[in-house]
């Protein structure tokens, strides 16, 4: 955060500027996500994210407002860099949903399975609905804080999520492809190497379907893990084993 002090009529106040996306409160990141999508003015968003109120914002004068935009250029990146879980809940319907740790550390496989087919396929809402879910009863602190994952409990949050606003809707989006190249593609590299798609040999060929499950199979068989098991380790457990295997040239 960067301290600065603006002086209206002789009245100076202090405010405590964001200098990049980690810096951004859940509440900022969603007026960036409503600024992008033109639902709110310029004015608008600078004055929420400094924390400076819309009218005092128009009457700063011009040079010292341009230096507070400066510092606010980072949320016009296209491709910004955070490493933060920026978005810990969402909610639709009156329904707050718990978010997944940024580093994928309590993302079991079976959810990353779901979560990244929806996503790579467009249907982000559905991933959403797998990647959050309602706190547990019996939350003590020392477990993941929400339900555990069924594809049967994603379907019924799939309708609630229906009704999720599109600001919250951006940024899981941000944060999603945001987290999920820092703290997996670039971790495990050749595995990534290897998706979304499968190349085309022929133009004639059809776009066949990019399946984790098959990547997996294709590389280690189905003598790693029974099923139940391999579906519920932790995503970096299983992509840590790809990239070794596809590292080391072969089946194991």
Same mark, same amino acid.
């Given at each position: 955060m960067k301290e600065v002090k603006?002086?209206?009529? $002789?009245?100076m106040s202090v405010h405590h500027v964001p200098e990049s996306y980690d810096e951004? #409160?859940?509440?900022?990141?969603?007026?960036?996500? @409503? @600024? &992008?999508? $033109?639902? &709110?003015?310029? @004015?608008? &968003?600078?004055? #929420?994210?400094? +924390?400076?109120?819309?009218?005092?914002?128009?009457?700063i004068p011009f040079p010292k407002r341009y230096f507070l935009m400066r510092l606010l250029d980072f949320v016009l990146e296209?491709?910004?860099?955070? #490493?933060?879980? &920026?978005?810990?809940?969402i909610e639709a319907d009156g329904v707050r949903f718990i978010g997944y740790q940024p580093t994928f @550390?309590?993302?079991?496989?079976?959810?990353?399975?779901?979560?990244? +087919?929806?996503?790579? #396929?467009? %249907?982000? %809402?559905?991933a959403a609905a797998v990647l959050y879910r309602p706190q547990r009863e019996?939350?003590?602190?020392?477990?993941?804080? %929400?339900?555990?994952?069924?594809?049967? $409990?994603?379907?019924? %949050?799939?309708?609630?999520?229906?009704?999720?606003?599109d600001?919250?809707?951006?940024?899981?989006?941000?944060?999603?492809k945001t987290l999920r190249e820092r703290n997996l593609v670039k971790r495990y590299p050749n595995v990534f190497a290897r998706s979304p798609k499968r190349r085309k040999t022929s133009p004639s060929q059809p776009e066949s379907a990019f399946s984790w499950v098959s990547v997996h199979r294709d590389l280690m068989g189905d003598r790693f893990y029974d099923e139940a098991k391999f579906y519920a380790s932790n995503v970096h457990v299983i992509l840590n084993r790809l990239d070794r295997v596809i590292r080391e040239g072969g089946k194991k």
């Amino acid at each position: 955060m960067k301290e600065v002090k603006v002086g209206i009529d $002789g009245v100076m106040s202090v405010h405590h500027v964001p200098e990049s996306y980690d810096e951004l #409160s859940r509440e900022q990141l969603l007026t960036v996500c @409503s @600024s &992008l999508g $033109g639902a &709110l003015t310029e @004015s608008a &968003l600078y004055a #929420s994210l400094t +924390g400076i109120c819309k009218e005092t914002w128009e009457e700063i004068p011009f040079p010292k407002r341009y230096f507070l935009m400066r510092l606010l250029d980072f949320v016009l990146e296209k491709e910004p860099a955070f #490493s933060k879980q &920026l978005l810990p809940f969402i909610e639709a319907d009156g329904v707050r949903f718990i978010g997944y740790q940024p580093t994928f @550390s309590n993302t079991t496989w079976e959810e990353f399975i779901y979560a990244d +087919g929806y996503m790579l #396929s467009g %249907r982000f %809402r559905e991933a959403a609905a797998v990647l959050y879910r309602p706190q547990r009863e019996d939350y003590t602190g020392e477990t993941d804080r %929400r339900v555990p994952f069924t594809i049967y $409990g994603a379907d019924t %949050r799939m309708k609630t999520l229906a009704k999720l606003p599109d600001d919250q809707l951006a940024a899981f989006v941000l944060c999603y492809k945001t987290l999920r190249e820092r703290n997996l593609v670039k971790r495990y590299p050749n595995v990534f190497a290897r998706s979304p798609k499968r190349r085309k040999t022929s133009p004639s060929q059809p776009e066949s379907a990019f399946s984790w499950v098959s990547v997996h199979r294709d590389l280690m068989g189905d003598r790693f893990y029974d099923e139940a098991k391999f579906y519920a380790s932790n995503v970096h457990v299983i992509l840590n084993r790809l990239d070794r295997v596809i590292r080391e040239g072969g089946k194991k």
